[in-house]
């Protein structure tokens, strides 16, 4: 694509945000690829080395909590050499500049959180916490709280990363609260992920039967963009958002807030 393309497209979506009344976006496991977590599926990811269906389903923990803990060590070693990149830090700042109200991820990586991003509906959970299958007690993560081959709770109980696992249901809260912000949109920003897993990929199609605008940002086609999509801007979102905030903080792009 040529450059004025590129630049034409980056200017129409702060055109676009800057009139939104409701802007949120809906990430996916592409967005956190170039702060070095490697995708969990395909060559090199995770699952290779730590197949889902015996290191990441519920059953699985419920039965052998030793091995899964294995997988989950790892991971935790992988999500804190990672760190946000410029997409991340783009959309906090679209936050912070009052054009995005929240985002939805299927990320557990934290990572928005990190760029400084407030509103974050953590769909399938959060690493940064741990459940006690037992008394049901919450702990923040530490790295001391996940030492022991299998961590406990006080009370005994093994603890387990308040991640989704495969065979889990996604808590009623994080569905109502991200259907809700989908009704609610005028805007869906659709950054990294194809959308194809149920339920998030339920989220762009409720927003779009509201009316609501979606725009995607993938770094390939994908079936969103045959069929949900009102635009698709395929390439990185690293390179992209922040130029977008540029010219939304420059004043370039009136903000019609
Ligand atoms: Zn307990």
Known sequence: ??????????????DVLSQAKHAIALTGAGISVESGIPAFRGEGGLWEKYPADEYATYSGFLTNPLKQWAFFKELYTTLSDAAPNPAHYALAELERLG????????NID???????????????????????????????FSEEAIAAPVPTCRCGGVLKPMIVLFGEQIADDSLRNAQNEALLCDI?????TSAQVVPASMLPVIAKSRGAMILEMNVERTLLSNDVADVSLLGSASLRLPRVVELVSDGIIPSGA
Do not use: W, Y
Not at 188 to 192: N, W
């Open 99 to 106: 054009m995005l109200k929240s985002i939805i991820t299927q």
């Open 1 to 14: 694509m040529i450059e004025d393309e590129v630049q034409e497209q980056i200017e129409s979506l702060a």
């Open 110 to 140: 934290n990572l928005h959180q990190r760029a400084g991003s407030k509103r974050v509906l953590e769909f399938h959970g959060t690493t940064q916490k741990l459940e006690c299958m037992s008394c049901g007690a919450v702990l923040p």
């Open 188 to 192: 869906m920003l659709v950054i990294g």
